[in-house]
């Protein structure tokens, strides 16, 4: 069953009836009776738990959803923002089925490889049909140079709309059992922030996530967002975008962009 989904961003209260260009659209095929997703704690992977849970229970489709979450060694509390998002999703919507929640700690240098092989490991473990990932593209070259200045080359390319092809590879582990959807993968950070702001999750869901990758000498133990690192301020940016108002005002107050002459232009 493709379950399709539309975030349509509109302007501010004195212009509500007046509609942006903007319209996001997703698909989510939930023909399948186990899936898999995988959680990082950050607003991406939670709002797409959301999403999947929130048709699930809608339509009273017999899935259950399977979680992994694979915890940096140097980064503990995605772990931890994880199960808030999660525990968050489950009191909404009582009625969905979730397996287990897979959570393994691993090195730095090997996060994205052992990444892959958790997520293959539940898919072998639970009979898994379908994973889905929420991972966004990077916006166009054109805004991101000239929101992030120097912080733009620090950002994964991997993600880069020329390279979007590469993000659909097949696993390190051979060929795979299901099928990897990535309903965001269209478009760049605006799209999460989209069906934030469409279901008014942004407080809520949204308050309970950490998309920042700092590390714990910049954020106080883990316990505030650097204000500093590529994840924060491209979620500054796509939220800006999205509820309507200019990032580079907030962002020409950050350290991070304090040499910048003409930041707030």
């Keep these: 069953m493709i379950i399709k989904d539309t975030a349509l961003v509109y302007r501010r209260a004195e212009l509500c009836e007046e509609l942006r260009d903007d319209k996001y659209e997703i698909e989510l095929d939930l023909g399948h009776k186990k899936i898999g997703i995988g959680m990082s704690g950050g607003m991406d992977s ?3 738990l959301w999403l999947l849970a929130h048709h699930i229970s809608e339509n009273e489709l017999d899935v259950t959803i399977y979680i992994w979450t694979c915890v940096h060694e140097e980064k503990p509390g995605q772990a931890v923002h994880a199960k808030k998002a999660i525990e ?5 919507f009582p009625n969905v089925k979730f397996g287990e ?18 997520a293959y490991e539940l898919v072998y473990k639970h009979g898994i049909t379908a994973l889905y990932n929420g991972v966004t ?11 992030w200045k ?18 659909l590879q097949k696993s390190i582990l051979g060929e795979p059992p299901h099928t990897e959807y990535r309903p965001f993968i269209h478009s760049d950070k605006r799209v999460v922030l989209a069906f934030y702001k469409k279901y008014g999750l942004y407080v809520s869901l949204g308050s309970l996530t950490r998309s920042c990758e ?26 800006a975008d999205i509820f309507n108002y200019e990032p580079k005002v907030n962002l020409s107050t950050w350290a991070v962009f304090s040499d910048d002459n003409d930041n707030s232009d």
């Design 88 to 92: 968050f999703v489950k009191e909404e």
């Design 137 to 147: 593209l990077n916006p166009p070259n054109e805004i991101g140079e000239a929101v």
């Design 46 to 48: 939670s709002i797409l």
């Design 101 to 118: 929640h897979m959570v393994k700690s691993t090195t730095a240098k090997d996060y994205i490889a052992n990444g892959t092989k958790l």
């Design 150 to 167: 120097h912080k733009w080359k620090t950002r994964a390319l991997t993600r880069n709309w020329e390279s979007r092809g590469s993000i």
């Design 214 to 239: 700092g590390f714990i000498e910049v954020t106080n133990y883990f316990t505030e967002t650097c204000k500093e690192c590529w994840w924060c301020i491209e979620k500054e940016w796509a939220t």
